[in-house]
């Protein structure tokens, strides 16, 4: 999942998107099935990121057999699977057999400042593939399916499977560090005095939430054997000194009485209920204060039929936990029915800055 989640994909105008070529003079019958290319060029994108092509080719080998011997791999299998790469915008390969990278390209080399490539080797993984083969099962049921493939929920799953956990967890860390930017643009979080980040991962939000906002004190919240992660992080952004991890639940009871809560991604892994009680926790922490404030950073899913990456992410949530991703109405409904009331604008068709206070009737609880 890429993060610039406002973009459709070049398959709609030209090549670059799963199928290749969009409305050019293709016909509607098609173009349709070019859309079913979609998980043949997600598992050859993968595929090369998971042996390092990229990396390769930065460190000079053009050639395809060079690249090959690098990498470990058949060099005939390799020109097939960079051939069709290429087709859509994922490096370039002519009939000498030299490779060449794109823009797209640029971003599986692991030191790129952009890299997706934990993110692609993350969606590529069992976890991510495996639930779509029982997709008819979850349309017919509404439930998710993941449990049933591996006998355990995703979460107590990455736990028992660290190599899987610490995919998971550094993919996860890539999309916080693309969207920390943006949504700290969004949101003034200079005028709260403590911050607790619940769900927080290993603390990149919120050392650069921190090191942004020197007045702010900070505190994160989650599994105990991620928050551990943290120190580096908060030394590295010179805010240890402001900053406290607390291994938790975010279901459990909640570091209290703080300015601003943050919950960012969390609440789409879960369906109504259990999010429900997410927010219960955090409404329980606030103690009735007016002043306090809920900060959920999260994708507004956009109306209709526009193009919207959030859609699509929506998808997985449906099979991994049973959660979803949300429109704006029903964020709305949600935080009411928690006892918060929405008192930002967001924007729909992408991540958005939500922002929240206690309900006049929670305020007594």
Do not use: C, I, K, P
């Given at each position: 999942m890429s993060v610039a989640?406002?973009?459709p994909p070049a398959a709609q105008g030209g090549p670059g998107g799963p199928g290749g070529p969009g409305g050019n003079g293709v016909p509607a019958?098609?173009?349709l099935l070019m859309l079913?290319?979609?998980k043949r060029v997600s598992q050859v994108v993968y595929a090369l990121a998971e042996v390092g092509v990229a990396d390769?080719?930065?460190?000079?080998?053009?050639?395809v057999p060079e690249i090959a011997e690098a990498v470990g791999v058949d060099a005939g299998a390799l020109r097939r699977?960079?051939?069709c790469a290429a087709s859509v915008g994922v490096f370039t390969l002519d009939d000498e057999g030299r490779v060449g990278f794109t823009e797209m390209a640029e971003a599986l080399r692991a030191d790129a400042p952009n890299s997706q490539r934990d993110m692609i080797l993350f969606n590529g993984s069992e976890v991510v593939n495996r639930p779509y083969g029982e997709i008819v099962t979850a349309l017919r049921t509404g439930r998710p399916v993941f449990d049933d493939i591996f006998g355990a929920d995703f979460f107590s799953y990455l736990e028992e499977n660290p190599e899987s956990g610490r995919l998971f967890d550094r993919a996860m860390s890539r999309m916080s560090a693309a969207t920390t930017r943006l949504l700290l643009d969004a949101c003034d979080f200079?005028?709260?005095?403590?911050?607790v980040d619940v769900g927080g991962g290993q603390g990149l939000f919120l050392a650069e939430l921190l090191a942004r906002h020197p007045g702010v004190r900070g505190t994160l919240v989650d599994r105990p054997e991620v928050v551990a992660e943290s120190a580096a992080n908060f030394a590295e952004k010179g805010v240890a000194e402001r900053a406290e991890a607390v291994g938790g639940d975010f279901f459990g009871e909640l570091p209290a009485g703080r300015a601003a809560y943050v919950l960012k991604a969390v609440l789409h892994d879960w369906d109504d209920g259990p999010a429900g009680a997410i927010l219960g926790a955090v409404r329980a922490a606030m103690r009735g204060d007016p002043d306090a404030r809920l900060v959920v950073l999260e994708h507004v899913v956009a109306p209709g039929d526009r193009w919207d990456q959030g859609k699509f992410l929506d998808i997985d949530m449906m099979l991994r936990f049973g959660g979803r991703e949300r429109d704006l109405a029903e964020w709305r409904a949600l935080f009411a029915a928690s006892g918060f009331e929405l008192v930002s604008a967001p924007e729909a068709g992408r991540w958005a800055v939500l922002e929240c206070r206690l309900a006049d009737g929670a305020r007594t609880d």
């Open positions: 989640d406002t973009a019958h098609a173009r079913t290319n979609g390769a080719l930065a460190q000079g080998r053009t050639r699977l960079l051939r200079g005028r709260f005095g403590s911050v």
